[in-house]
């Protein structure tokens, strides 16, 4: 049965909207905000953006132009809500001059780009120091609250309280939409990595590479990266998480076999690697190690750079990467360098070892954190301790979000001895 005209139109103007949206939400807020102070208020007009252009393109047909397209309409909408309050505030002539230059245009380029800019707002030192990523992961990066809330352990219905509170923070303070003098990015650089580095792991969970949202935040966060190096180009630590994004992104079409299935780090083929993103990532390092000061992403970035080297060597050193995890929880203690020192250990120095450090974490730390329990049952599947590897191995499944993982591990518990 032929599709009638009318739907195939609606289904051409929905993908339209979600490919500009996806591909240039920050970029949107972040220019609209510069301009009105008033983040709430950008994402607002660019929701009443999307929303007339599902019901507008299906009829007119997508602009040439769909990214000027929204600008306009999100334009319009704040200059329309800031005529209604003229008669309190005057401010729309104010705002008028402001967005004078947001006007469709027939290259998508020549609109500013401002997100380095509201990163930067958004780390300012005037708003809790607890929601500076938190508020850059949605308004500069597009992730809503409720994943925002699963990757801080908090309620959605909280995290939006307190992403609310921090946007009135920006437009209550008149906070200055520029980067800030040289002496005063240092105190705002961390939380913009660690944002970034967010970002960027949010889009690793799609590891098929099926999600095109999830790619292109790996992407817009790799970029966002190559923005920062070329803003504060002397802090290591930038030089240092643009390597490790690049190193892990090249190997992205590894991670998943032609039919689907999951492929861990140690069974991938390393040809498949992508050797351009390899080759990038390993300048940026070295360019790092110039600026003599060693941080947490130089050294995850440089235990990616020893399992890069197997594509050349087809060995990889695990003494190597077992030191630089050393010297990880020394610099930046967490549970996932914990976790990964206790791997590494186990490579190098004996399944035993690898358990010992495993057990030496805080056991409430670790009851819902999935890697824990996978490198767990692994080791002990390796001292056949066949039991409590099973139990090990039942944990890990139940704490699986993917299903190829949950598969993967599933295989392997078949495997165990009856």
Known sequence: MNTPTGDRDDDLAQR?????????????VALLSARTRDVAAAEDALADALIAALTTWPRDGVPKNPQGWLMTTARNRLLDQARHRQVRDHSAPTLELMMSDLYETADPDAL??????????????????????????????????????????????TMGQRLVRAKNKIRQAQIAFEIPAADQIPQR????????YAAYGSSWEDAAGTDRKAVGLAEEAIWLARVLRDQVPDDPEVHGLLALMLHCEARRPARR?????????????PHSWLAPLIEEAERELMAAARRARLGRFQLEAAIQSVHAERAH????????????????????????????????????????????????????????????????AHLLRELHRTREAADAYDRA?????????????LERRSQLPA
Request: glycine residues 6%; proline residues 4%; contains cysteine.
């Open 189 to 196: 650089l961390e939380a913009v990595l660690d944002a970034i």
């Open 16 to 28: 339209a909207v979600e490919s500009v949206a996806r591909q240039s939400y920050g970029r949107l």
């Open 112 to 157: 500013p780009d401002e997100r380095l800019k509201l990163l930067l707002v958004c780390a300012h030192p005037a708003i809790d120091a607890d929601m500076h990523t938190p508020l850059m992961l949605q308004t500069v990066l597009g992730l809503d609250a409720i994943a925002i809330a699963r990757a801080f352990l908090v309620s959605p219905k």
């Open 257 to 269: 076999s032609g039919e689907g299935k999951f492929v861990p780090l140690s069974e991938q083929d």
């Open 313 to 376: 060597s087809g060995r990889t050193d695990w003494r190597a990467i077992a030191r630089f995890y050393d010297q990880l929880v020394q610099v930046a203690p967490s549970l996932g360098a914990a976790v990964g020192r206790a791997a590494a250990h186990a490579e190098f120095a004996g399944a035993q070892a690898g358990l010992n450090l495993l057990d030496s974490i805080d056991s409430d730390a670790v009851t819902s954190y999935q890697p824990y329990w996978a490198v767990r």
């Open 397 to 409: 499944i139940g704490l699986s979000e993917d299903d190829a993982v949950r598969t993967f591990l």
